[in-house]
């Protein structure tokens, strides 16, 4: 099976941290709201404060280097499949003949990165589209030729 770019991880990295700034924030304005409006003057520590979000951004890395070291794809003969995830592991077979069109696509910080996705399209209603993320621009445009090939072939043949 292919793996992604491991520029992939910067980007899951950036988003981690994200996520710990924002509960820095939520933390610090909590702690700063909650004497206004409870009659018991309460005071979180700045050290407690720092720890949490420490280990936030922890988890955040280390989140996102698991991520990376399971998150993979394949073209088989019937199918793309794909594994991916840390909490919960899904693994997923798009059959060609499901397919309905490929896009690739560049975000402004997977621009940044060099980066890019590949969005299937399939038939159906539920989970409709995969995304695999973290590949270069010449590989995404790459598989989404293999995969617009692989889903005219397989047209053609389940055709009655």
Not at 52 to 73: C, E, H, K, M, S
Not at 125 to 142: C, E, H, K, Q, Y
């Amino acid at each position: 099976m292919e793996s992604l770019h491991p520029r992939i991880r910067l980007l899951w990295i950036a988003r981690g941290a994200l996520a710990a700034a924002v509960l820095a924030v939520a933390l610090v304005v909590l702690d700063q709201w909650l004497p206004t409006v409870l009659p018991v003057s309460i005071s979180v520590p700045p050290a407690a404060i720092a720890a949490v979000v420490a280990v936030a951004f922890v988890l955040g890395i280390v989140y996102a280097v698991r991520l990376y070291q399971v998150w993979q794809f394949e073209l088989q003969d019937d199918a793309l499949y794909l594994e991916r995830g840390v909490v919960t592991f899904v693994e997923t077979a798009v059959p060609f003949v499901r397919v309905q069109h490929v896009d690739t696509q560049f975000g402004p910080v997977e621009r940044v990165l060099g980066l890019s996705s590949v969005v299937v399209y399939t038939a159906g209603s539920r989970n409709a589209d995969v995304r695999i993320p973290g590949l270069t621009p010449d590989r995404a445009r790459s598989l989404q030729n293999t995969l617009r090939e692989l889903a005219v072939e397989s047209e053609a043949e389940d055709a009655v």
